[in-house]
């Protein structure tokens, strides 16, 4: 970063950044060297950083920062000479200085010296703690040491952060930094991806004028046969003459053509590389290595399972791989969840692991890489697994699923469970984990930005969670199809299958289409109708399917034609139109038509509505035939797939009709559409939360005193509050429909699911 940049910068930011860089520094160092990996070289590192953090405090007369970071750098410099060896307790004696001085580079400047005051015992204490590292004698060597050593270390004089970014800047040229804002990058990734478009305009325009090519010389090759036949014949010396000119004349024109026609399509090639470069670098400046989004784990780690009694050897692999910002950002949330999980009721104490026969100290890994053209991420404990007897048990206490059900499940059926909001199979509840909602949030999170999860576990052998999600936001892979003449995208991480069926493939059963997919029946529905599109001409002999799936079923999309795969720039769809039923974004092919890309979480839904009608194609008919008895319709608006799959099943199997909507502007949209007697919404969705919504329906004539009961997994008193302020008409948490809390307060807002019309 250039002095430049950092001109809008105070000198309590620069010192903010100054204690963020360092501190990053001395954690990781710190935890090498408890891990046993200690010496001058990797001591001399944490020197420095302690140092130019005490420089920047000194120069903003931080007093307290000074103090700490100097006495930190006295113990440093002890080790580094061999006067002292820094034990676990030494490094927690560390590691919480640099909790303190972090404390410090947080407050307002004005608020410093109050702060210091307030807590002049406690930096009195971890200064005494410090100080016991080494000896009174060996803390003043080593002050005159490091004053010494002064004259080669690098002085502040510059200033916090801009000295250290200059020093950084002059060693590796792969360090220097220009601040430029999210939206200003994805403005250029925009315009480098219309240029791109542009310049591979240019091929298929070479490629035109090929046929050209040919054409001519069929014409010069008429011209030469015609001017032979001539020479047998008497002609006058004027025609031949004008035969002959005309003959050269076509010569210089094949040349021109060929060498125009070489030129331009060297141009097209040329410029398409160029584009394609830009790019590409564009797009790298939108990654980050994958250490930069998971540096705190390694402490978090450290820290709890010390807290827990535990031994736990924590690696992070592949800290190189390249994350896209926006990913990275999102991921710190859900593997934070999994690795507390692991932890806390997934990892045995030392005493239980040597009991069973494994090492006392177990082995939780994070690891991320590039495969198939997506981010894996894999994180492994081997501790004690899950006891799928156990989970079978809960589940049917819980009244989740039935007994005879449950003896039916495969292991991986079970596993799904683990997603749903409030489920845990701690037996307790503790301020780490157990409340159930960690994996929801990790389901979440990979949904939103197309990727899935899997969890693969061994009882007693450990548990193994997989994420995988797209390498960029910028950039989607996916199946481009055609459907009623227009261009589809399907993402290709959502993709399960793209198959050719025969018309043999079919089955007809129950006025339903269907086919067999590795000896599973799967419904099969025309891409027109479920977008509600005009109706397709498709081949009478074959039929091109893409096969999508949820957590609990599968689908196949029959399409006109499969297109190609393709590498999509994303282009998002004006905020302003709002939410546009199953579609996510659009994207511009190379000759410039546009395909829209399909939302298949959006898509999955509106084929359950299909699929919820009597038949495809009609209305679904509730109404009895004399229409004397109508059953009760129940809008869920959820965008947690799991939990709207539940309160489905459990309000269907009680008699209701019930609609689903993925968010909060699709449930308006139904619910301004619909006829509805109760509506059920979440709290936190994307696009419009259930606040929103609930106010909305509040204030629209015709709606406005439809019951509405909000479901959150948020039991706080100030969200319960919120809603019942907005309208609600009840609050619940999502352990309510664990037992018979939900079906009561529905029957207690609506009666029975079927009610006379009169």
């Known amino acids: 970063m250039t002095e430049a940049d950092l001109s809008g910068f105070s000198m309590m930011d620069l010192f903010r950044r100054e204690v963020e860089t360092q501190a990053s520094i001395l954690n990781e160092g710190l935890l090498e060297i408890e891990k046993g990996r200690t010496g001058g070289k990797s001591l001399e590192p944490l020197m420095r950083a302690a140092h130019s953090v005490k420089g920047a405090a000194r120069i903003l007369q931080i007093e307290s920062a000074v103090k700490v970071s100097h006495a930190m750098e006295d113990c440093l410099v002890a080790a580094m000479e061999d006067k002292v060896r820094l034990m676990p307790e030494q490094i927690d004696t560390l590691l919480k200085s640099l909790d303190l001085l972090t404390r410090i580079a947080q407050l307002q400047e004005d608020n410093i010296r109050e702060w210091e005051s307030e807590h002049a015992a406690e930096i009195e204490k971890m200064l005494l703690l410090l100080g016991d590292i080494v000896s009174t004698k060996r803390i003043e060597t080593g002050q005159r040491e490091i004053q010494s050593a002064a004259e080669t270390v690098p002085l502040d004089i510059a200033g ?433 038509s546009i395909a829209l890309i399909l939302d298949v979480q959006d898509l999955l839904l509106s084929i359950e509505r299909l699929l919820g009608r009597e038949k495809p194609g009609t209305i679904s008919a509730d109404v009895s035939e004399d229409r004397t008895l109508r059953r009760k319709r129940v809008l869920i608006v959820e965008d947690s797939v799991t939990v709207r799959e539940v309160e489905r099943n459990l309000l269907k199997n009680s008699g209701f009709h019930v609609d689903v909507a993925v968010n909060g502007v699709d449930g308006w949209n139904a619910v301004r559409s619909g006829q509805y007697d109760l509506v059920i919404t979440d709290i936190d969705m994307p696009r419009m939360n259930g606040i929103e919504l609930v106010s909305r329906i509040r204030k629209e004539p015709g709606i406005l005193n439809l019951p509405v009961i909000i479901v959150s997994y948020k039991d706080r008193e100030a969200d319960r509050k919120m809603g019942l302020d907005a309208g609600a008409n009840e609050f619940l948490s999502k352990s309510s429909f664990h037992d018979e809390t939900l079906l009561n307060v529905v029957s207690k807002l609506l009666g029975e699911p079927g009610t006379r019309t009169g």
């Not at 220009?178 to 325009?205: C, F, H, I, K």
């Not at 399907?490 to 018309?503: D, G, Q, Y």
Request: aromatic share 6%.
């Open 160 to 592: 916090p952060a801009i000295q250290a970014e200059t020093t950084e800047s002059s060693t590796s040229s792969e360090r220097r930094a220009v601040r430029v804002t999210a939206d200003a990058l994805d403005r250029l990734m925009a315009l480098a991806g219309e240029s791109l478009v542009a310049a591979n305009w240019l091929q298929p325009y070479v490629d035109a004028l090929l046929p050209l090519k040919k054409d001519y010389v069929d014409v010069f090759r008429i011209l030469s046969s015609f001017q032979q036949n001539l020479e047998g014949y008497r002609t006058e010396g004027t025609s031949r003459l004008h035969i002959h000119e005309a003959f050269q004349k076509a010569l210089e024109v094949r040349s021109l053509l060929s060498q125009r026609l070489e030129e331009l399509e060297d141009f097209a090639l040329r410029s398409t590389n160029l584009f394609n470069r830009m790019y590409r670098e564009i797009i790298t400046t939108k990654m980050r290595p994958f250490a930069d989004g998971v540096e705190g784990f390694p402490r978090m780690v450290r820290d709890l399972a010390k807290s827990l009694g535990k031994k736990v050897r924590f690696e992070i692999l592949g800290k190189t791989t390249k994350v896209d910002r926006d990913i990275l950002d999102r991921l710190e949330a859900p593997l934070n969840h999994i690795l507390r999980n692991a932890l806390d009721h997934g990892m045995e104490t030392p005493e239980e692991r040597i009991a069973i026969g494994k090492q006392a100290e177990g082995s939780l890994t994070l690891e991320a890489v590039h495969r198939a053209g997506m981010l894996q991420i894999r994180i492994h404990d081997d501790g004690r697994g899950i006891h799928f007897d156990k989970l079978r048990q809960k589940l049917i206490d819980r009244k989740l699923i039935t007994k005879d059900l449950a003896g039916h499940l495969q292991e991986n059926e079970l596993l799904e469970f683990l997603f749903l909001p409030g489920f845990t199979t701690a037996e307790k509840v503790s301020e780490i984990s157990g409340r159930g909602f960690g994996m929801d949030i990790v389901q979440s999170m990979i949904r939103e930005v197309g990727g899935a999860v899997q969890v693969h576990s061994q009882p007693g052998e450990g548990m193994t969670i997989h994420l995988q999600l797209p390498l960029t936001l910028s950039v989607l892979k996916a199946l481009v199809v055609e459907i009623a003449s227009e261009l589809f995208a399907f993402p290709l991480s959502r993709v399960e299958r793209a198959a050719t069926l025969k018309s043999s493939d079919v089955r007809f059963k129950e006025e339903r289409l269907s086919f067999l997919l590795e000896q599973t029946e799967l419904p099969l529905i025309a891409g027109n109708e479920v977008l509600e599109l005009s109706p397709s001409s498709l081949p009478a002999n074959e039929l091109a399917v893409v096969v999508i799936g949820g957590r609990f079923h599968q689908y196949g999309i029959v399409v006109d034609r499969f297109v190609d795969l393709k590498e999509l720039v994303v282009k998002p769809i004006d905020a302003r139109l709002g939410k546009s039923r199953d579609l996510y974004a659009a994207s511009i092919m190379e000759d410039g």
